[in-house]
């Protein structure tokens, strides 16, 4: 396939120089420590910050601040445990475990507050995230006012406040607000008071938008507010969203070290989260968001795990093809790349042309706007590849013997009628290279992004969140229509879906010049 669904997305998610923000060290596997409170129900605090913590691909630890009593429809009863066993739990953790990023939740009282403040000053860790419990969703203030003094001086050892309008509110000393200008200035205020970035959260606005804004008033971002659109999510599941979100941006911050790039990934990902909540089932109140959704293919016995078994040793084969070796370390020449990109091209083309039938074919709208817009964007890509690269390198423009076997076999699926059978043969475009895309961006990470590399920005782009999201969406429509089809569908989807997959690794290994 196909460099470049991600690629369509890299102007808008170009960010400010990530070193400005970026931790002393940057990891793939990021280790990060939880400070909260714990949630028996498993929505919130400790236990949904280890869940968002191991979605993103981090190893997760907890330092328990306080026990409750709670379900989904509320809390009974909270027990702090003594401050100092806490700060027992902090030292035995740091003692053993560099620590690269801290999420920080509920803080029960004053005692509490001070060992935490005594161990940060202490062990500095590079990414402190700060979600400050002050205040119940039904509005009650839940800290004394002895542990909101004590809360106030923590706050310029965080690098992150996470606060929603309320907690904003109270930090700042002002009434809650109810327009986003509003919320902005107490952004930029408590911005100011801390030295911290502020992430303002829109979402217990009136209205169908669900604004967040990142504010920083010390020159850490490309500018003083950075706002990220979004649509509300109408679900009656949102316990833990706010340790959900700040758990996720500590983990994604110690990946990739820009607070910019975290919340673009992190934004889209609570947002499918929402979506797939009612997947859960779970409680007759307020429940929890779906951590997992975005695994559709861990899910057993489903179809799309059908699929995906089949294609794990077309991905195997994939990481050991000598030009992927040599695009992640930078070895690989210049126009063997310029080849690739020309054949990706003319594939897109192609492809575009099938997810149009895709489109045309599809049983609902929503599936007909998504495979539409995914046409378009192919595209879009195409364009941009010969107005950028391709215009001044040169490079074959005729189709290669792979390419067109791809076309080929794509275009002969589409003229089976089925549109089962049809999508399941364009998913390895979208599944296949957002897997490998992620363990390749991984690796760029973990070796440090090394200066000078030829293919940074490329590398950089196979992480991005809005293609991976347009994967899981294309693995569930799939998995739907695998569940519906005939016994005799469902073969021929799995036949189309492997031929695809097989096809993928040839794209990869092709010869790049073609006489």
């Not at 879906?497 to 096809?503: D, G, M, P, S, T």
Request: aromatic share 6%.
């Amino acid at each position: 396939m196909s460099s470049t669904l991600i690629d369509s997305a890299a102007p808008a998610h170009s960010t400010h120089a990530a070193s400005l923000a970026a931790p002393p060290s940057i990891r793939a596997i990021p280790r990060v420590l939880s400070i909260a409170g714990s949630d028996p129900s498993g929505g919130a605090g400790i236990q949904a910050d280890l869940k968002s913590i191991a979605a993103h691909g981090g190893y997760g630890m907890a330092a328990i601040t306080a026990l409750t009593v709670q379900n989904t429809l509320g809390v009974q009863a909270v027990h702090v445990p003594p401050a100092e066993f806490l700060a027992q739990q902090l030292a035995a953790v740091s003692a053993d475990i560099t620590i690269d990023a801290v999420k920080i939740g509920m803080l029960a009282d004053a005692a509490v507050i001070r060992a935490v403040r005594v161990w940060l000053e202490e062990v500095r860790p590079a990414v402190v995230v700060l979600d400050p419990v002050m205040v119940s969703t039904s509005g009650d203030r839940l800290l004394a006012d002895d542990a909101e003094a004590e809360l106030l001086a923590l706050l310029p050892l965080a690098h992150l406040i996470t606060p929603n309008l309320a907690e904003l509110a109270v930090l700042v000393g002002g009434a809650e607000q109810q327009t986003w200008a509003g919320a902005l200035a107490q952004g930029r205020q408590l911005a100011s008071i801390t030295g911290a970035t502020v992430l303002v959260k829109g979402g217990h606005l009136p209205g169908d938008s669900c604004p967040d804004a990142l504010v920083n008033t010390t020159g850490l971002l490309a500018t003083e507010v950075v706002e990220f659109a979004g649509e509300r999510i109408s679900t009656s599941n949102s316990h833990g969203t706010g340790c959900t979100l700040s758990s996720a941006m500590a983990t994604v911050q110690a990946q990739v070290g820009d607070w910019e790039a975290a919340l673009r990934a992190v934004k889209p990902w609570l947002a499918g989260a929402l979506t797939a909540s009612d997947q859960l089932d779970v409680g007759a109140g307020n429940g929890p968001v779906h951590h997992f959704h975005h695994l559709t293919q861990g899910v057993p016995g489903s179809f799309a795990a059908q699929l995906w078994a089949g294609a794990a040793k077309d991905l195997e084969a994939i990481y050991t093809l000598p030009f992927i070796r040599a695009l992640v370390d930078g070895s690989l020449p210049e126009h063997e790349f310029a080849d690739y990109l020309s054949q990706d091209a003319i594939y897109l083309n192609g492809y575009a042309r099938v997810l149009a039938r895709t489109s045309a074919l599809a049983p609902t709208e929503a599936e007909q706007v998504f495979w539409a817009g995914s046409a378009q964007q192919c595209l879009e890509v195409e364009s941009d590849l010969h107005r950028t690269w391709l215009a001044s390198r040169p490079a074959p423009r005729q189709t290669g013997p792979v390419t067109k076997a791809y076309v080929d076999h794509l275009t002969a699926v589409s003229a089976s009628g089925s549109y089962g059978t049809l999508a399941a043969a364009v998913l390895p475009c979208f599944w296949l290279y957002a897997e490998v895309g992620q363990t390749l961006h991984a690796q760029f990470i973990e070796a440090g992004e090394p200066a000078g590399h030829p293919y940074a920005a490329w590398l950089r782009t196979y992480a991005d969140e809005d293609f991976a999201a347009a994967t899981r969406r294309a693995i569930k429509i799939v998995d739907q229509a695998g569940r519906d089809a005939s016994e005799r569908e469902r073969a021929a989807m799995v036949e189309a879906f492997n031929h695809a997959c097989r096809l993928e690794v040839e794209f990869f290994d092709a010869p790049r010049v073609h006489a």
